[in-house]
């Protein structure tokens, strides 16, 4: 069975820094590794989805990596900013399902 | 992206009562639906993946006759969650997809269950 982990489980960083998030899990025989941000109370947003041919992914000051083989995942984030905060979810998609991590509650502060 | 809604965004009942969420995909047909259930501040565990047109397939450790899925059409699954508990109060979140493994899943904006 897949397990999906998230380091760090918290975060808090002045606003400004760049920041890494880190996902790993245990079976590398995925289909795509996807990248979500949630916000208190409210649904998903998706912010990367990374197929398991490719190598990352980027969208404005967020990039994602995808290593398979070691079965990592980072999500990089550029110059921060208060509305960044928010919990970020990374989910693996083996065969029919998705497999979520625990989360990295980011926290930037003014 | 492809927009799936849920239907109700929150809702109260009491012990006992039954209650039906619905899940819609909008703007494209969705061939399985997930349904994932959130604990506060908690990640979101997988419940149960539905066809449409057939039986869905509950994750271990969750009861199929207490959580009602119904995936009739390629646009709608529903959830009832039957005689409820207070301890079934959560955040339950739909998800939609093609046909194909590698497809994007699309998310719903969740449904926040409370019973008294």
């Known amino acids: 069975k897949q397990e999906v982990t998230q380091i760090p489980a918290a975060l808090s960083v002045p606003e400004g820094e760049n920041l890494v998030l880190n996902c790993s899990f245990t079976?590398?025989?995925?289909?795509?590794l996807q990248w979500f941000r949630q916000d208190p109370g409210k649904g998903l947003t998706s912010l990367l989805l990374?197929?398991?041919?490719?190598r990352e992914q980027t969208s404005g000051r967020l990039n994602a990596s995808l290593d398979k083989s070691s079965g990592r995942s980072t999500l990089y984030i550029a110059a921060s900013q208060p509305g960044d905060s928010a919990t970020y979810l990374c989910a693996v998609r083996n065969n029919n399902d998705m497999r979520f991590g625990a989360g990295t509650r980011l926290t930037v502060k003014p | 992206g492809a927009v799936v809604s849920q239907h109700p965004s929150r809702v109260i009942c009491k012990s006992g009562t039954s209650v039906k969420i619905e899940c819609r995909s909008l703007d494209f047909q969705a061939t399985t639906m997930f349904w994932y259930r959130q604990f506060p501040k908690k990640s979101l565990m997988l419940m149960a993946t539905?066809?449409?047109?057939?039986?869905?397939?509950?994750e271990q450790g969750v009861e199929k006759d207490k959580f009602l899925i119904n995936h009739a059409s390629l646009t709608l699954s529903t959830l009832t969650v039957t005689s409820a508990h207070p301890e079934d109060s959560s955040f339950y979140i739909c998800?939609?997809?093609?046909?194909?493994?590698?497809?994007?899943?699309?998310f719903g904006p969740g449904t926040r269950l409370t019973v008294l």
């Open positions: 079976d590398s025989a995925i289909y795509n």
């Open positions: 998800s939609a997809s093609g046909e194909r493994k590698a497809d994007t899943q699309y």
């Open positions: 539905s066809n449409e047109g057939s039986k869905a397939t509950y």
């Open positions: 990374i197929q398991s041919s490719q």
